[in-house]
């Protein structure tokens, strides 16, 4: 059956990527149409994970940035589909880096590295930084899907422009093995999930709630020796974004327990107050708040 499904979807998949991107984005709008007005796709998960966050703003703010948020939610999952046809070129012309000294810098410092991201802006075309003087061998960390075919596309997809993508579980498996063998390694992880309460090793403040952290990736720099940095991502406007690398911990042994992972969550919610149309309201990342 996933077969079945695989094979009806991937030509339409396939001729939604080709598509000039002034029908691109046309096309766009009518799916926010259905997802938003026919189909409801988690429309009470938003509007309260929006309520949590924004306690002060009435239900007129609270609408209007649900509606932003879906229309960029429609446009970053087709960007994702577009990515199976996007050319280099037109990548790093839709997604620019401000500041490709730092990368330099950052891997200047002969050790690996982990890029840390957010569920904000686009992180589906961060694999542009292939363009930007990015020569370690990069990875980036995705949560598998059930269903085989469209796992095997979206790790295709993911892959394109030398990253390998990698599942989260055989993460410190393979940055252990790369350290191993000294083989100079970027990797991208999205930390803002939210773990179960009763594994959190670390709770903190985020957008006026505590929740609990992951802390893996701090863990593992401490551990391994890496660099940590942050992935400042912003939309400009519609198809297009700019990047610019901040610099978390170039030797994290030096600092506190969770001092690294605060400041990413800080950094993140800084984006998000700004403009927060822009974040991953869908995802139910104040499921386990204390308050």
């Not at 993911?158 to 055989?170: E, F, G, N, V």
Request: proline share 3%; glycine share 4%; charged share 25%.
């Amino acid at each position: 059956m996933q077969r079945l499904v695989f094979i009806a979807v991937y030509p339409i998949l396939w001729f939604i990527s080709i598509l000039p991107f002034k029908i691109f984005y046309l096309f766009s709008d009518f799916v926010y149409v259905i997802v938003y007005y026919v189909v409801g796709y988690r429309k009470n998960v938003v509007k309260s994970n929006l309520e949590l966050a924004f306690p002060k703003k009435s239900k007129k703010e609270i609408h209007q940035i649900q509606k932003k948020f879906y229309h960029h939610f429609c446009d970053m999952f087709l960007e994702m589909v577009k990515t199976m046809s996007i050319s280099g070129t037109a990548l790093k012309k839709r997604f620019v880096v401000k500041n490709p000294e730092e990368l330099e810098r950052l891997q200047s410092l002969d050790k690996s590295h982990i890029i840390l991201l957010g569920h904000y802006a686009s992180y589906e075309w961060v694999n542009a930084l292939h363009f930007y003087g990015l020569t370690y061998e990069a990875y980036g960390v995705y949560k598998k899907i059930k269903n085989r075919y469209f796992d095997c596309l979206i790790k295709r997809i993911r892959s394109k422009h030398h990253t390998t993508m990698l599942a989260t579980k055989d993460v410190p498996k393979q940055i252990l093995r790369n350290k191993k063998d000294q083989l100079l390694s970027s990797y991208g992880m999205i930390a803002d999930q939210a773990p179960k309460g009763a594994h959190a090793k670390h709770w903190l403040k985020f957008m006026g709630r505590e929740v609990p952290a992951f802390t893996g990736s701090e863990v593992l720099a401490k551990r391994l020796d890496l660099a940590l940095t942050y992935l400042h991502i912003e939309k400009v406007k519609r198809g297009h974004y700019t990047a610019e690398f901040i610099p978390l911990a170039d030797h994290p042994e030096n600092f506190k327990d969770f001092e690294i992972t605060e400041k990413y969550f800080q950094l993140l919610e800084e984006q998000i107050r700004d403009k927060p149309e822009y974040y991953l309201w869908s995802h139910k990342r104040w499921k386990h708040a204390k308050n």
